[in-house]
């Protein structure tokens, strides 16, 4: 699963990096991003790419209430197309979720040890592929999203064996459009290429979520 990750960087290289008509909700750097935060996204709106933030945790249209968010922070790659929580957004409400790294642990419950993976280029970012849903009640509209896992590529299998799916740069129009077809984004939902990326130990400060801050990313 992929349950924390990293945005470090400013507005203009995100807008200029995914070509988008607004940075307006980035509210810059963020180091230890968790479920249930308010996380940027970025959606087609009308052919252009907007950035709009959602609450880190999906919560379906027919959700009884918004509790179910913390169970949906990460969909299953291999069962996206088919689970009732994320089938409807699968097929129409898609999204990219820009990183610049994100975190996983290594070892046995009490014993863990915190490692992050990140792009060898700083320049770079990860594109999470993210589904997207709009969950009303009365006069409030919570817009969540959820981060695809899949199986982990080579580098991050010693550490974990999932990790979030990544759409490559030429395959962001086809995810972000509502009418692709399943057929088209199957092949998408496989684990990303290890080359260009790299993984370290980092210390136990990123255990806590309330910890957002440049020593997140110290090596160990």
């Known amino acids: 699963m992929c349950g924390r990750y990293s945005l470090v960087c400013d507005a203009g290289h995100l807008q200029a990096y995914y070509d988008l008509a607004n940075t307006g909700v980035f509210a810059g750097p963020r ?7 308010q996380v940027p996204a970025i959606v087609a709106v009308n052919g252009e790419r907007h950035l709009e933030l959602f609450h880190w945790g ?12 913390y169970s949906t922070i ?14 409807a957004a699968f097929r129409h409400r898609r999204c990219l979720i820009p ?9 046995e419950k009490g014993h863990k040890h915190p490692w992050r993976i990140e792009p060898d280029n700083r ?12 969950w009303e009640s009365g006069a409030d509209v919570i817009r969540s ?16 064996d999932r990790m979030p799916v990544m759409v490559p740069r030429e395959a962001w129009a086809l995810w972000l459009d509502p009418d ?27 255990n ?6 440049p020593a997140c990313l110290f090596p160990a």
């Not at 180091?31 to 935060?37: E, K, L, M, V, Y």
């Open 31 to 37: 180091f230890n991003i968790a479920p249930t935060q």
């Open 58 to 69: 999906l919560i379906p249209s027919w959700a009884d209430d918004s509790k179910l968010g």
């Open 74 to 87: 990460n969909a299953r790659a291999e069962t996206v197309g088919e689970k009732p929580a994320f089938r």
């Open 99 to 107: 990183a610049d790294g994100f975190y996983e642990w290594q070892g």
């Open 123 to 134: 320049d770079e970012f990860f594109s999470f592929a993210g589904l997207w849903a709009a």
């Open 145 to 160: 999203c959820t981060i695809i896992a899949g199986p982990a590529n080579l580098l991050v299998q010693p550490i974990s």
């Open 180 to 206: 692709t077809g399943m057929e088209a984004l199957q092949p998408l939902l496989k684990p990303p290429p290890a080359e260009g990326m790299r993984a370290y130990r980092v210390g136990e400060h990123v």
């Open 208 to 213: 806590n979520p309330n910890h957002d801050d």
